[in-house]
């Protein structure tokens, strides 16, 4: 097990290292020189290229990498070109709203997606398990932002039941404002979460419902809700991490968007005002900490499969 | 394709009422965005007078800020979201057909540089990075289509190698091996041809997500741009509007979901039909 | 000795898309308490589906259309999904074909089969640890206090097998249905199940249905033998006459594909039965061994009669019946509706 885990972070490593190079590229390949923003018009060549070689870059593309990943290691990620605050602040500021936007709408989607798909695989082809296949593949299909703009619509804009605008009323500090700022941009990401869950978990009960041991607990008196509750769902609910870890993309993705609808002030709409601004710190910044987290979360979901899994636990 | 597969396509068509419906759907949209010219207003006509109009027997789905006529619009930007969605899909289709027969056949050194290329462009969340591409490339309707293309193919090249590996091992294939035909050759006639129902699936789902990202890139303002518009761009402006003209917000919106509904309908019919045990599950 | 199960007629059907696939078509068959019944016949006989038929196992598309189960004097297609399953696992218990996959990957073995104890007897946790350390002992599990805390995949196919006889067993049942509980095992492995299986009904007294397509194994446990072909029983009879004096040709084939070390005979001649099983969704109307039959006549196209040759030896076969040129009437009849 011990082992297993190692071998798994081992594999990682090289991965941070491209990543890292990838987005130092992005840096070097954007459009522009970074020297002209610091260049006014009394300055003469001379002037220019001392300013070149202070920032290092009169030196070799790969000194220039080594230099700037020193000082990623140590957490200096440059600073912003619009805002000129240190871009490794701006994404630790931002850092808790999308963690507890993610982290809320993961969670609930769990909730509802574990007993509704294991309900529809164990009804399949019944009226609810229709329903809800067809409710997961509007889930699937619809675009992220325009589902939040629906829903700003109605219940915004309509009825005015909710905020439809970042995470506080100014000047009010209570957690129950930020929850009901919340409530909006959460519905959207767990919806899609649920579908794409649904979708997996369904048809994992179904397969799991033909298998051996299930007859046999039939034969031997057990119930359908003893068979689901007690013997499949452990079943089930262990591929469910493996699921979590290939969603993370989409759910990243997912992020970006809804949190830029709904200006929730967290990574994915400072990511996005970047991009707009082409800030090429904070992009930078912004890919590196999100595919790192890509990483680790992917990393997390095998290690955890292989704690939980008794299969894996002795014999890998 | 042989015949077995195609009645098996046949059957589940007969068992799926959606896959049809999906089917309809999918032939209106183009058919109408090909035939966008019938529709007896200018998609690009401002007319000052009728700006922000509601739906009406004049325009059926009223005007823009421009007093542009709204169903001409979202008509020529049915296009270009199809267009986009159609071209990125068949390029990464290529690539992810490439990559991933020459991984899964020639295996060894080749396959693992081509997967650990696949493992690091998937570690790093794509839609972001269409994003950055976007804004640092020369906008248009071409780049775009490059972009999703070139940053969706690696699932594809995933699901190809797994059956090409498999492939591999058939008979007939270590026959042809074995006596000396060129790998160029055993790959055009018994690979692709074996692969190309997975294909086929994957490329449908492909066009799903294709109209799904180009949307979210246009809706963020980083995709199709003025002059050209797609159903993305439309929803942009329209979020401006969300209280005057909420109509504005829902038809584009309404054809994408349709649009990427039927895609995925579709996709997981041919599935059922070529993977009879993946119909199962 | 009465009899502790008793079929009538019983007929289960499959609706699929291409129609009613008849599996099981008008069986009647009976076990007493304590006997040893084998079941054999070829996959897709019906076997296994008449066997998971008697604790009505069966799910959909599948159904028992028509019969009668009736179990120490109870009526079992009558009885509603609860009554059955104080029964299932408790007075009737199961064994199946594959221990790898017969139990629950993610559970341990202790769980599974406390879980099973405590279902059906009243039994607190600790106690039913100890019954099913004991029970485990009884199928010789070595060091069975260890044992219990592992996962199925520490034990290898046999063991397996062993603790699955003793989860059924461990409400010493009346019936113990066994579905091919050796075809998965090692030869010598199986030898040693079927011993198990020998002993374990010797001490407990229960009544064992064997399913089998092996007549080896037939041959070495049971005392009456239930011959089933294309949904019907063909053969039926003691097991010393049945493999003396085989009365349809279908056992007398069955039998002669079996090889047999020490004869002469055996060693060279080893002969299948050519041909494939009837097609079930839509079965000949005759004899349903009438294809492959070496004997096959006219009258074959119409369905056979049991014919009793001695006393519990019935088989059914034109061949037998001696007013062959008399009216033929479907033997399996259809019976009353469930």
């Given at each position: 097990m011990n082992n297993y885990i190692i071998r798994r972070i081992v594999q990682a490593i090289p991965l941070l290292f491209v990543i890292s190079i990838v987005s130092f590229s992005l840096i070097k390949l954007a459009p522009g020189d970074p020297v002209l923003s610091f260049v006014t018009p009394d300055m003469g060549a001379d002037d220019v290229a001392r300013i070149r070689q202070s920032m290092g870059l009169d030196q070799p593309a790969y000194v220039q990498y080594f230099a700037w990943f020193k000082n990623v290691l140590t957490g200096d990620l440059g600073y912003s070109l619009v805002s000129h605050r240190p871009v490794s602040t701006m994404i630790l500021e931002r850092i808790p709203a999308t963690f507890g936007l993610m982290g809320a709408s993961l969670l609930l989607s769990l909730l509802f997606a574990l007993p509704l798909s294991m309900l529809a695989g164990a009804k399949q082809n019944s009226i609810p398990d229709r329903i809800l296949s067809l409710l997961s593949y509007i889930g699937i299909s619809i675009p992220s932002f325009w589902f939040s703009m629906m829903l700003i619509y109605l219940?915004?804009?309509?009825?005015?039941?909710?905020?439809?605008?970042?995470m506080r009323t100014i000047g009010v500090d209570s957690i129950w404002d930020i929850l009901k700022h919340g409530i909006l941009p959460c519905t959207v990401l767990t919806f899609i979460n649920v579908s794409v869950y649904m979708r997996y978990i369904r048809s994992n009960t179904i397969s799991q419902l033909e298998e051996d041991y299930v007859q046999i607990q039939y034969a031997y008196g057990a119930s359908t809700g003893t068979v689901l509750l007690r013997h499949v769902f452990k079943n089930v609910i262990l591929p469910v991490v493996t699921i979590l870890g290939m969603s993370l993309p989409e759910l990243i993705a997912g992020a970006f968007i809804t949190e830029s609808v709904f200006s929730w002030p967290g990574m994915g709409s400072l990511g996005i005002t970047a991009v707009h601004g082409l800030d090429y710190p904070v992009i930078m910044g912004i890919t590196m900490i999100s595919s790192i987290l890509l990483v680790i979360g992917n990393l997390a979901a095998d290690i955890l499969y292989g704690a939980v899994d008794p299969r894996i636990k002795t014999t890998g | 394709m042989n015949t077995m597969r195609l009645r098996h396509l046949r059957s589940q068509f007969r068992q799926q009422k959606t896959g049809v419906a999906a089917l309809v759907i999918l032939t209106v949209f183009v058919l109408v965005s090909l035939f966008a010219?019938?529709?007896?207003?200018?998609?690009?006509?401002?007319?000052v007078m009728e700006r922000l109009q509601p739906p009406s027997a004049q325009h059926w789905f009223g005007t823009d800020d421009y007093g542009r006529d709204y169903l001409a619009r979202a008509l020529y930007g049915g296009r270009v979201s199809l267009a986009v969605g159609f071209l990125s899909m068949a390029i990464a289709v290529c690539v992810g057909t490439i990559v991933g027969t020459a991984s899964g056949y020639f295996g060894g050194w080749v396959d693992n540089v081509l997967m650990r290329i696949v493992d690091v462009l998937m570690s790093i969340p794509s839609f972001f990075l269409m994003l950055i591409l976007n804004a640092y490339l020369k906008p248009g309707i071409g780049t775009i289509i490059l972009i999703i293309g070139a940053l969706s193919w690696m699932n594809i090249a995933r699901i190809v190698r797994a059956e090409a590996m498999s492939i591999k091992q058939r008979e007939y294939v270590l026959y042809a091996r074995v006596s000396g035909q060129a790998p160029s050759r055993i790959i055009a006639k018994h690979i692709i041809p074996n692969v190309m129902p997975t294909i086929i699936v994957s490329a449908t789902i492909n066009i799903a997500s294709a109209i799904l990202m180009e949307s979210s890139l246009s809706f963020l303002g980083l995709g199709v741009k003025q002059p050209n518009s797609s159903w993305g761009s439309m929803l942009n402006d329209a979020q401006g509007f969300i209280v005057d003209a909420p109509y504005m917000a829902v038809f584009p919106g309404l054809f994408i979901l349709l649009t990427v509904l039927s895609f995925n309908f579709l996709g997981d019919v041919f599935r059922a039909a070529f993977e009879p045990k993946a119909n199962k599950r | 000795m009465t009899d502790l199960l008793n079929v009538e007629n019983l007929r289960t059907v499959f609706e699929t898309g291409e129609g009613t696939v008849q599996a099981v078509r008008g069986v009647s068959f009976s076990v007493r308490a304590g006997e040893v019944v084998g079941l054999v016949g070829e996959s897709g006989s019906g076997k296994s589906v008449t066997a998971r038929s008697l604790i009505r196992l069966i799910q959909p598309p599948g159904r028992i259309a028509a019969g009668k189960i009736e179990f120490d004097g109870e009526d079992l297609l009558g009885k509603t999904e609860k009554e059955l399953r104080g029964i299932r696992g408790n007075r009737i218990s199961m064994i199946f074909q594959d221990p790898m996959t017969s139990l629950n990957p993610v559970v341990r073995v202790g769980r599974q089969m406390t879980e099973v104890i405590r279902r059906h007897r009243k039994l607190g946790k600790e106690e039913a640890r100890k019954t099913a350390i004991e029970l485990l002992r009884q199928v010789g599990i070595p060091s069975p206090e260890t044992r219990i805390?592992?996962?199925?995949?520490?034990?290898?196919g046999g063991m397996r097998q062993r603790v699955m006889i003793a989860m059924a067993l461990s409400c010493k049942p009346q019936l113990l249905i066994a579905d091919e509980p050796t075809t998965a095992l090692d030869v010598t492995v199986q030898a040693q199940i079927l011993h198990l299986i020998r002993e374990l009904k010797d001490s407990t007294r229960t009544a064992v249905l064997m399913i089998t397509h092996d007549l080896g194994v037939v041959a070495q446990i049971c005392s009456r033998v239930v011959v089933m072909y294309g949904g019907l029983i063909m053969e039926e009879g003691p097991v010393e006459r049945i493999f003396a004096a085989p009365r349809h040709p279908y056992t007398q084939g069955l039998l002669r594909s079996i090889p047999r070390p020490g004869t002469e005979e055996g060693k060279q001649r080893l002969t299948a039965i050519e041909g494939t099983p009837p097609n079930?969704?839509?079965?000949?109307?005759?004899?349903?061994f009438r294809e492959r039959?070496?004997?096959?006549?006219?009258?074959?196209a119409q369905m056979p009669h049991y014919t009793e040759?001695?006393?519990?030896h019935r088989a059914l076969c034109w061949l037998l019946d001696n007013s062959r040129q008399t009216e033929a009437s479907a033997v399996p009849e259809k019976g009353a509706r469930v």
């Open positions: 219940f915004a804009v309509e009825f005015h039941w909710l905020p439809s605008m970042g | 010219f019938l529709v007896p207003h200018d998609p690009n006509l401002i007319v | 805390d592992q996962y199925p995949h520490e034990f290898s079930l969704a839509d079965p000949p109307p005759g004899c349903p039959c070496p004997h096959a006549m006219e009258v074959c040759t001695e006393l519990g």
